[in-house]
Each structure stands twice: as structure tokens, then as C-alpha cells.
């Protein structure tokens, strides 16, 4: 059996005026002197309400950030995890345990040492910054991300905290936009082709028509003149509209 030194117990307690305090209890066996045989007990109470709220502090936001629904991780200056959160663990294949020894080159392949000794100091001089990048998922599959990272000293130490979340359907979003304006456009020039054909198609044969009935309109009977009249007047009104067609076909064909 080994000998009990010390015992150690954590607290809550009232004070005057209700409010909780903790205390750490720690009780150490007394002897007399030259013998073994406990005749006693000293218990000294201390007051650890600063480091209980820290304590429970640091928890809180560490589960926040465990929970956040993108990729969280924290760097040190080699780049290696010094946390990661659990979204990021799973997309990465990482298990907790092991998060600790894997490095940012693990899942940006495309990032070389040089280059992330740059980058770290460039981010300590702007503090703040925000860019696009690629990351690996546990199968090798490369997904594009935007990055957000802070240089943060903690207990005397560098870290880079970085907010990453994957673009991938955000980029599967703008290249189809970007497809549905082409096709869009291309239809807009489609419509304005077809009716600058229209209208030049159909205003040949108008031209024909109008010119024909002025040229007959000099030697004919009333009745006669007024049919040709009639026939110029509806030749011209479609002639106009056809124009004015033809006007809005070029300027949407730009």
C-alpha cells in the first residue's frame, strides 16, 4: 500500500452575499513527529473561482468552435494542427487522437514548405486575411475552399486560426449561371437574327407592293384609286412597324 500525501477536492460555495465561489480542498494527513500514525488532518481551502471560470471558458469555446459548420483548425509556425474541429477531422480522415501530428501539407498538397514559411509571415504582418485555396478529402479528392485567417498569440505562443468552408457548390452554382447567361445570350441573338431576317424578308415584297400601287394609281377609275389608296396606306403602316422591328432587332443584337 502506498501512503496518501495530499487529497484534493474542488468546491462550490456560498458566500455573504449568495453568490457561488469555488474553492479547491486539500487535505494533508498529519503525524507526529518520528511516527506514521495519522492523528490528524490539515485541510487548506483555496480560492480557484478564476481559474473555474476560465476553465469553463476555454470548454465553451472550444465545443463552439468543435461544432461550427465549416473547417476550424489552428497552425503553429512548422504547420502543423494544434486543433482542428470535428467537421474538418472528417472531411480530412483524420481521427482526434492523430489530428495533432498531421501538418497543412496533408491537405494542400500544392503548398510547399518555402512557400508556408512566406505565407506565415506575410499573415503576422496583415493580422487578417481572406483567399481561395484547394484542400483533400479523406479520398483524395481536391475541393475548393475560401480561407479566412487571423494571426492570434496565445500564452506567449503564434498561432494562424483559420476559418475555411467549401466552395464546391458555390462554384457549381457560378459556372451554371454562368452557362444559363451564355445560353440566354445566345437565344437573345437568336430571336434578334431571326427577326432582322423577317423583316427584311417581308419588307422586299412590301416595297414591291407599295411601288406598284402608286404606279398603277395614275390612270384608274375612283373606285379603283380607292382601293389602291387603301392598299398604300396599309402598305405603308405595315412598313412601318416592320421598321420599327427591325430597329429593336439591332439594338438588342447590339
Known sequence: TGKVLRIDHEITLLSSDDSEYHVMLSAYPSANAGSECVVGVVLVFRDVTDEFIHHELHE?????????PGEVYFLNEEGRFVFINKLARDRFGFDKAGASEKYIFDVNPSLTKEEWQEQ?????????????????????IEYPVEVFV???????????????????????????????????????????????????????????????????????????KEMLDGILVAGNSLLELISDVLDIATIEAG
Open 60 to 68: 465553451r469555446a472550444e465545443f463552439a468552435l468543435e461544432h461550427l
Open 120 to 140: 506565415w509571415k506575410d499573415e503576422f504582418r496583415r493580422s487578417v486575411s481572406r483567399s481561395e485555396t484547394t484542400h483533400v478529402n479523406a479520398d483524395g
Open 150 to 224: 487571423r494571426s492570434i498569440t496565445l500564452n506567449g505562443f503564434d498561432y494562424m486560426c483559420v476559418f475555411a468552408s467549401d466552395l464546391t457548390d458555390k462554384k457549381k452554382q457560378e459556372l451554371e449561371l454562368i452557362a444559363a447567361r451564355e445560353d440566354a445570350e445566345a437565344a437573345s441573338r437568336a430571336k434578334s437574327q431571326f427577326l432582322s431576317n423577317m423583316s427584311h424578308e417581308i419588307r422586299t415584297p412590301l416595297n414591291a407592293i407599295i411601288g406598284f400601287s402608286e404606279f398603277l394609281a395614275d390612270d384608274v377609275t375612283p373606285d379603283q
